[in-house]
């Protein structure tokens, strides 16, 4: 089969990522259980597919709205640590194809509306793309907890396919209604912000994803009132308990997170632990609230921290700590450290460097600051990156990068804030690289005399800089882009096309060789005693003056034997009976040199009657 649309198609279904459709098409091509071997006779990987690949491939097979699948479908960053689903990023921990959940009662849901339009359950049972996400625990719908082994074997029923029934045979739709049990609030949350409704009163509505699970997780140890110095480790049942008490603590957050820090602090105080924040609330307050930014979020925990710290005679009132006491809004160290979102030692430095750090200061210790500063460095250092960030936004290395700034493509904005290393923007390093691919489609494989932009540099002996100077004025046109993210070495282009920017007197050693008609090894011994140019760095560092210039002046014996019609060895035999003087030979050159004004009156004097 090919990639061209198919005939036998199945309606389209909201929640259903790419995997899950190509797993529908197999059973609708009477392949029920070979999604794997229908995937490959369309020209597919399901394990691709299943770590977020090929996504556009089975919208064209489907007929489906390619963005609309695509937004369905992960798209995996491995540097970043993340997966895009759903318009949201979340930790790559947190999502999962290696086993396969589902809700039998939307299964079941899925098959009755099959019944009602005469069709095959297969049809339009399908896979919802939350059940990927390991921070769903359990159907936001029914509120059963998700499926994850068959109740006839006891085995994953894996993804060979069809959505509704297991290899044994046996299906996986629920053989009774749902009871009407409500969803957990966490489940109905977290799958809410995946298909795009937020509850717009909730305070971690304005976290990330992966921040609001992390949230909702540390809320409900808190309301466990357990003290500890170490933050506990969840399995998934209990990290799914604790998002549903963190939901619960923030339902009732006036009340119920005073209640809970109310049994933390007495554990503390049984435990005779040490005075002050650390000691009363452990990691809630030293990993965790103390390191909070100063969104609305993290200022509602620090205040509630302040007060009943402050009520219970904690600290007094006039510390200043937890952005409270005399003097205005404070910020410690540590929160500033993650605000800037860089390490302690980074950040001391540029805070310093700035006159926004007291001298004397400690890690962990209230400071006054400027709050609307800290904003203002914060949103400058996320403006801008320094050459390392540079680097990675262009896929390339650290000389690369420098000739690339050198070459005024990527200009610096001066030094960073603070009085930080030399910096640039991101915005106009992106907007770089987007100007040489204008047009250009995306290509999965390389099309035929292609090469990625590294390797077609060096083949064609063009320096990385000269090649985007070329693309970005339109002397060179890139033949593709690799899908993913855009980097230069994500650009495809033809060596061919890259040689067309080299300069005209620049050659290599094997160009060099050839115009002159001899051995390379000869050139380089010509270059190493000096007779042919000056040795120079770089590939193409031989001038074509120098090589014209050295054939005007020099002859090798194979030249003369060509005059003389005879072979080099009888040639050089000839010269040294006629006492020519040898310019350059064995054993310091592999070839013979004569000067060519000696050579050519011998080669008269010989070729007379």
């Given at each position: 089969?090919?990639?061209?649309?198919?005939?036998l198609?199945?309606?389209?279904?909201?929640?259903?990522?790419?995997?899950?459709?190509?797993?529908?098409?197999?059973?609708?091509?009477?392949?029920?259980?070979?999604?794997?071997?229908?995937?490959?006779?369309?020209?597919?990987?399901?394990?691709?597919?299943?770590?977020?690949?090929?996504?556009?491939?089975?919208?064209?097979l489907?007929?489906?709205?390619?963005?609309?699948?695509?937004?369905?479908?992960?798209l995996?960053?491995?540097?970043?640590?993340?997966?895009?689903?759903?318009?949201?990023?979340?930790?790559?921990?947190?999502?999962?194809?290696?086993?396969?959940?589902?809700?039998?009662?939307?299964?079941?849901?899925d098959?009755?509306?099959?019944?009602?339009?005469?069709?095959?359950?297969?049809?339009?049972?399908?896979?919802?793309?939350?059940?990927?996400v390991?921070?769903?625990?359990?159907?936001?719908?029914?509120?059963?907890?998700?499926?994850?082994?068959?109740?006839?074997?006891?085995?994953?029923?894996?993804?060979?396919?069809?959505?509704?029934?297991?290899?044994?045979?046996?299906?996986?739709?629920?053989?009774?209604?749902?009871?009407?049990?409500?969803?957990?609030?966490?489940?109905?949350?977290?799958?809410?912000?995946?298909?795009?409704i937020?509850?717009?009163?909730?305070?971690?509505?304005?976290?990330t994803?992966?921040?609001?699970?992390?949230?909702?997780?540390?809320?409900?140890?808190?309301?466990?009132?357990?003290?500890?110095?170490?933050?506990?480790?969840?399995?998934?049942?209990?990290?799914?308990?604790?998002?549903d008490?963190?939901?619960?603590?923030?339902?009732?957050?006036?009340?119920?997170?005073?209640?809970?820090?109310?049994?933390?602090?007495?554990?503390?105080?049984?435990?005779?632990?040490?005075?002050?924040?650390?000691?009363?609330?452990?990691?809630?307050?030293?990993?965790?609230?103390?390191?909070?930014?100063?969104?609305?979020?993290?200022?509602?925990?620090?205040?509630?921290?302040?007060?009943?710290?402050?009520?219970?005679?904690?600290?007094?009132?006039?510390?200043?700590?937890?952005?409270?006491?005399?003097?205005?809004?404070?910020?410690?160290?540590?929160?500033?450290?993650?605000?800037?979102?860089?390490?302690?030692?980074?950040a001391?430095?540029?805070?310093?460097?700035?006159?926004?750090?007291?001298?004397?200061?400690?890690?962990?210790?209230?400071?006054?600051?400027?709050?609307?500063?800290?904003?203002?460095?914060?949103?400058?250092?996320?403006?801008?990156?320094?050459?390392?960030?540079?680097?990675?936004?262009?896929?390339?290395?650290?000389?690369?990068?420098?000739?690339?700034?050198?070459?005024?493509?990527?200009?610096?904005?001066?030094?960073?804030?603070?009085?930080?290393a030399?910096r640039?923007?991101?915005?106009?390093?992106?907007?770089?690289?987007?100007?040489?691919?204008?047009?250009?489609?995306?290509?999965?494989?390389?099309?035929?005399?292609?090469?990625?932009?590294?390797?077609?540099?060096?083949?064609?002996?063009?320096?990385?800089?000269?090649?985007?100077?070329?693309?970005?004025?339109?002397?060179?046109?890139?033949?593709?882009?690799?899908?993913?993210?855009?980097?230069?070495?994500?650009?495809?282009?033809?060596?061919a096309?890259?040689?067309?920017?080299?300069?005209d007197?620049?050659?290599?050693?094997?160009?060099?060789?050839?115009?002159?008609?001899?051995?390379?090894?000869?050139?380089?011994?010509?270059?190493?005693?000096?007779?042919?140019?000056?040795?120079?760095?770089?590939?193409?560092?031989?001038?074509?003056?120098?090589?014209?210039?050295?054939?005007?002046?020099?002859?090798?014996?194979?030249?003369?034997?060509?005059?003389?019609?005879?072979?080099?060895?009888?040639?050089?035999?000839?010269?040294?009976?006629?006492?020519?003087?040898?310019?350059?030979?064995?054993?310091?050159?592999?070839q013979?040199?004569?000067?060519?004004?000696?050579?050519?009156?011998?080669?008269?004097?010989?070729?007379?009657?």
């Amino acid at each position: 089969m090919s990639a061209a649309p198919l005939a036998l198609r199945v309606p389209e279904m909201p929640g259903e990522p790419a995997h899950g459709t190509l797993m529908r098409l197999a059973a609708r091509h009477r392949r029920p259980g070979d999604a794997a071997g229908f995937a490959a006779d369309c020209g597919l990987s399901f394990r691709s597919l299943l770590r977020g690949g090929g996504a556009d491939a089975v919208a064209r097979l489907a007929g489906f709205d390619p963005l609309a699948l695509g937004q369905r479908s992960p798209l995996v960053d491995a540097s970043g640590r993340t997966v895009g689903l759903g318009g949201q990023r979340i930790a790559l921990g947190d999502w999962s194809t290696t086993n396969r959940r589902w809700c039998p009662h939307c299964l079941a849901d899925d098959a009755r509306l099959a019944l009602g339009r005469g069709l095959p359950t297969e049809r339009l049972a399908h896979h919802r793309f939350w059940w990927d996400v390991k921070s769903v625990f359990g159907c936001a719908v029914h509120g059963v907890p998700l499926a994850q082994t068959c109740a006839a074997c006891g085995r994953g029923p894996g993804w060979a396919g069809p959505v509704h029934r297991c290899p044994c045979g046996a299906s996986l739709l629920s053989a009774t209604e749902a009871d009407g049990r409500r969803p957990s609030p966490a489940d109905h949350y977290l799958a809410g912000r995946l298909t795009g409704i937020r509850s717009g009163t909730c305070l971690v509505d304005a976290l990330t994803y992966r921040e609001a699970v992390r949230a909702l997780e540390r809320l409900g140890l808190v309301a466990t009132g357990r003290w500890s110095a170490r933050k506990p480790r969840l399995g998934g049942s209990e990290a799914a308990a604790c998002r549903d008490a963190g939901m619960g603590l923030l339902a009732d957050r006036r009340h119920g997170l005073a209640r809970a820090l109310d049994q933390v602090l007495a554990e503390g105080r049984a435990r005779e632990g040490r005075p002050g924040l650390i000691g009363s609330y452990g990691w809630i307050y030293e990993l965790w609230i103390a390191n909070l930014p100063d969104d609305e979020f993290g200022r509602m925990l620090k205040s509630a921290l302040r007060e009943h710290a402050v009520a219970n005679g904690v600290i007094p009132e006039r510390e200043r700590a937890l952005g409270g006491g005399p003097g205005g809004p404070l910020v410690d160290l540590a929160t500033a450290t993650s605000s800037l979102g860089m390490g302690h030692a980074r950040a001391r430095a540029i805070l310093g460097r700035g006159g926004m750090l007291p001298d004397g200061i400690r890690r962990s210790v209230a400071f006054p600051i400027d709050g609307v500063g800290l904003t203002r460095l914060r949103e400058a250092l996320d403006r801008t990156t320094d050459a390392k960030g540079l680097r990675a936004i262009l896929g390339v290395g650290k000389a690369q990068a420098r000739r690339i700034v050198g070459a005024g493509l990527v200009p610096p904005v001066g030094s960073g804030p603070g009085g930080t290393a030399i910096r640039f923007e991101v915005a106009a390093a992106e907007r770089f690289l987007r100007t040489l691919i204008e047009g250009v489609p995306v290509r999965r494989k390389l099309p035929h005399g292609s090469a990625m932009l590294a390797g077609a540099c060096r083949s064609a002996g063009v320096p990385v800089e000269v090649a985007c100077t070329g693309l970005r004025e339109g002397d060179v046109r890139a033949t593709g882009v690799a899908p993913g993210r855009l980097s230069l070495a994500a650009i495809m282009v033809r060596p061919a096309d890259l040689r067309r920017l080299r300069k005209d007197d620049g050659l290599t050693v094997e160009e060099a060789a050839k115009a002159l008609g001899v051995h390379h090894e000869a050139v380089r011994s010509l270059r190493r005693s000096g007779l042919l140019g000056r040795v120079r760095p770089g590939r193409r560092s031989l001038r074509r003056g120098e090589v014209d210039a050295f054939a005007r002046r020099y002859m090798p014996a194979s030249e003369a034997a060509r005059l003389l019609g005879t072979s080099p060895k009888r040639a050089t035999r000839l010269m040294a009976e006629r006492q020519v003087a040898v310019a350059a030979g064995p054993p310091t050159c592999r070839q013979t040199f004569y000067l060519r004004a000696d050579a050519q009156r011998q080669v008269l004097a010989v070729a007379r009657p």
